[in-house]
């Protein structure tokens, strides 16, 4: 990811030994790919509120320019915070459907092991969530994931795409009748994200890449209808 002679084409998803060629004195020119004869990456010479935007709006290009030709590194600490947003709400969630107000210490004690125990939730549903995507596109083609480095580009492209977890808290924050429709809303914008962020790393088809987020569905839903089997609120 954003290594030299690792970039790739924002148009075709072809390598590309550089995405511009300096020329001294401020002189920059865009690299042009040799396979569809476009500027390897147009997005170098754009402000960051524009490819974030194009980003919101799901456009490949603008995944390709981030997962292939930037240095962005911050996909472990937005993993950490997407899951404290996710724990937070549910904690909230959960404090609200209890309505003790008792100032007892041991209640304190017990509203805090709460959160504790929906950040551990969530984390696992991520778990499986991820796990159901590796193992469908693993067992329907496993040329595409045959290295180390296949399985982590992917996993990044996977945490940095759901950074639309974090809508979660405003949503909660500005709180009112739409906020579980708002909810779902985000939800559907992970996913979306996500699809397109299978499609972008690996160059799959459609099908395959919505197969394997319903996989990852699936097996999270299962995580979840195992915890309310065991009597724990999620």
Known sequence: MGEPGGYRCIECSRRAPELYRDYQRGVLRLSLCKS???P??????????????????????????????????IHGKLCVFCLLCEAYLRWLQLQDSSQSTDPDDLIRYAKEWDFYRMFGIASLEQTAFLVGIFTVL???????????SDFILLLKALLLSSYGKLLLIPAVIWEHDYTPLCLK????????????????????????????????LILENGIVCLFQRIGWNV
Do not use: M
């Open 185 to 216: 809303l985000i939800k559907v914008f992970v996913l979306t994200s996500n699809f397109q962020a299978i499609r972008v790393t690996l160059n799959t088809s459609r099908k395959l890449s919505l197969v394997a987020i319903l996989s990852g």
């Open 40 to 73: 390897v990456d147009k997005y170098i010479e754009y402000d960051p509120v524009i490819i974030l935007i194009n980003a919101i709006l799901c456009k490949a290009q603008a995944y390709r320019h981030i997962l292939f030709n930037t240095k962005i590194n």
């Open 138 to 148: 693993w067992l329907a083609r496993p040329e595409i994931l045959k290295t180390k």
């Open 36 to 38: 569809c004869q476009k």
